[in-house]
């Protein structure tokens, strides 16, 4: 399995962006997934994440400006993204997350892709 993200880019703050997420098989509407993020020098955190039964969480920090959405006829997981600040620069990972019958879980990644960059100027 591979986890193809795309859609970083340099934006200036306040602007929006949108990365994509596709799983190289599978559904991603019979995984739970998530995206993680890592900025310089820092460690990896969970953003959001989204179950099979469509329930989401979102990190503290983006709650209110990003927002995780699957599209089934295009397989694809998405994660718009409003009101970039610069403290969100960082590389983007798509995850594929565990779960149980309800909720996702936050910072439980088990496996994720290779990364998109996403750089806001202030």
């Known amino acids: 399995l591979q986890l193809v993200e795309s859609g970083g880019d340099l934006v200036q703050a306040g602007e929006s962006l949108r990365l994509s997420c596709v799983p190289s098989?599978?559904?991603?509407?019979?995984?739970?997934m998530g995206w993680l993020r890592q900025a310089p020098g820092k460690e990896r955190e969970a953003v959001s994440c989204i179950n099979v039964n469509g329930n989401t969480k979102y990190a503290d920090s983006v709650k209110g400006r990003f927002t995780i959405y699957r599209d089934s006829a295009k397989n694809t997981m998405y994660l718009q993204m409003n009101n970039l600040q610069a403290e969100d620069t960082a590389v983007y990972y798509c995850?594929?997350?565990?779960?149980?019958?309800?909720?996702?879980?936050?910072?439980?990644?088990?496996?994720w892709g290779k990364g998109t960059l996403v750089t806001v100027s202030s």
């Open positions: 098989e599978g559904s991603v509407d019979f995984r739970a």
């Open positions: 995850a594929i997350v565990r779960a149980d019958r309800r909720f996702c879980v936050l910072g439980g990644a088990d496996y």
